[in-house]
């Protein structure tokens, strides 16, 4: 099963940024689509954005405008850019992947990712 492998995270000011990296551990021919989610004590692990195949994006309303998904496809690896960071954005990030192509509200189920990335934290101060 492939791993991933994220790096990146810690901790920062309101307004700084933030870069997390999630690295593939195998190529694949077959399409898939990769999402983050965000996890804090006692909560679920909610959306926060995913990229398709064909480079489609999604964002949580929270997030839109500040976060940036993207993949570099040439170093298998999917990238979160974190702008205007705010104490609220406070979570475990996780990155994940879904065999498959998803549109809209499939993007933002957690339940259709199979492979998951080891989390990272990252925290905002205030």
């Known amino acids: 099963q492939v791993q991933l492998a994220q790096s990146g995270g810690g901790l920062v000011h309101i307004g700084e940024s933030l870069r997390l990296s999630c690295e593939l551990s195998?190529?694949?021919?077959?399409?898939?689509?990769m999402g983050w989610f965000r996890q804090t004590p006692g909560k679920t692990r909610d959306f926060v954005a995913a990229i398709t195949r064909n480079a489609a994006t999604y964002y949580a309303d929270s997030v839109k405008g500040r976060f940036t998904i993207s993949r570099e496809n040439a170093r298998n690896t999917v990238i979160l850019q974190m702008n205007s960071l705010k104490p609220e954005d406070t979570a475990v990030y996780y990155c994940?992947?879904?065999?498959?192509?998803?549109?809209?509200?499939?993007?933002?189920?957690?339940?259709?990712?199979?492979?998951w990335g080891q989390g990272t934290q990252v925290s905002v101060s205030s």
């Open positions: 994940a992947k879904m065999i498959g192509y998803c549109s809209g509200p499939g993007c933002r189920d957690r339940r259709l990712y199979s492979s």
């Open positions: 195998e190529r694949t021919d077959r399409p898939y689509s």
